[in-house]
């Protein structure tokens, strides 16, 4: 498969993910080059487009072209390259591709085959789907920031800009999907990945708790709560913090199972904790049948655990466990 990414920062995880995949990935970069490689950390602190790590992350695995879209040139060489493409991913504001001749609908008429993936902040359509929006604006948004920082005070931003990856993790897992259905029909289609809509899914769906009637997480420091249960993700180490999903139920429960039997061997609680049942444990919690205070035993073995051992150690240890 060949991918034709014009995307920059917003949205360069998804080609990122297609290469992974084993796609041929052509970055499609304009004069100047992609404003990512605008972006520090920069190797050795010199700014410079060409020692950028957070292009370099993102970006490995892909070949690029320069191409000036504004001009007939650019354009008609991005169509020749589109002929022989599977996949176009783009990130541009919603109806910009369209002004220059090269939405959906004008490329799909002329290569039927053509995967067209568009990733916004709020979709093509809609009320909102002109608005700008930062990463903040999209963290916001998507409510995501009602479960980050402290408990008794306002929420905070996630360090590590993140809210466009969600669309374009969204924009990936949908270019293989409609590549599957290519497959049966021959026919490309447009996929359109909304980064609100997905980072709103990110939560797990703990922000959908009210629909269902189920109580909403709150935020708290290094963690969350829910109800009268505290789950609790950072712990000390010996020379600093680690963060651990140390929470219960499908998903995640096997993980913890296998942490708490790491932490029984190593002695800091008994076979009885070991071997409760971390996967149905919510139930357990919420029928009353376990007792909140065990729960909290539970977290202070893992706690004096984690205090034993380096973060190093505590990595290594994770990754050989599984």
């Known amino acids: 498969y060949r991918v034709l990414d014009l995307t920059d920062e917003r949205g360069h995880l998804c080609g990122y993910m297609l290469a992974a995949l084993g796609a041929e990935v052509i970055a499609v970069e304009p004069p100047g080059g992609s404003r990512a490689r605008r972006l520090g950390p920069f190797v050795d602190d010199v700014v410079d487009p060409e020692r950028s790590l957070t292009h370099f992350a993102y970006n490995r695995g892909k070949r690029s072209v320069v191409l000036d879209l504004t001009t007939d040139e650019g354009r008609h060489r991005l169509r020749q390259l589109a002929a022989t493409a599977d996949v176009l991913i783009e990130s541009d504001r919603p109806g910009r591709m369209a002004e220059l001749g090269l939405g959906h609908e004008q490329l799909a008429a002329e290569h039927p085959h053509l995967v067209y993936v568009s990733i ?20 916001a948004s998507s409510a995501t920031l009602s479960v980050t920082g402290d408990e008794d005070r306002p929420p905070v931003r996630v360090a ?136 909290e035993r539970s977290k202070a073995a893992v706690e004096a655990f984690t205090s034993s051992k380096t973060k190093r150690e505590l990595l290594e240890g994770a990754m050989a466990r599984g």
């Not at 797990?204 to 709150?218: E, F």
């Open 120 to 139: 916004s902040p709020y979709g093509q359509t809609g009320p909102k789907a002109q608005w700008a929006a930062a990463d903040l604006n999209v963290m």
């Open 160 to 295: 590590v800009p993140q809210g466009y990856h969600f669309g374009a993790v969204s924009a990936a897992s949908g270019a293989v999907v409609a590549l599957i259905e290519r497959a049966r029909s021959g026919q490309g289609q447009h996929v359109d990945a909304a980064a609100q809509w997905t980072a709103t899914l990110g939560t797990q769906a703990g922000l959908l708790s009210t629909g269902v009637g189920v109580v909403d997480p709150t935020r708290t420091a290094g963690g969350a709560v829910t109800g009268d249960i505290r789950l609790r993700l950072v712990y000390p180490a010996a020379d600093g913090h680690v963060s651990i999903t140390h929470v219960f139920g499908m998903p995640i429960g096997q993980n913890t199972a296998r942490l708490m039997a790491w932490v029984c061997e190593e002695g800091f609680c008994d076979e009885a904790t070991r071997d409760k049942d971390w996967v149905g444990y919510l139930d357990l919690l919420e029928s009353g049948r376990e007792p909140i205070s065990e729960w």
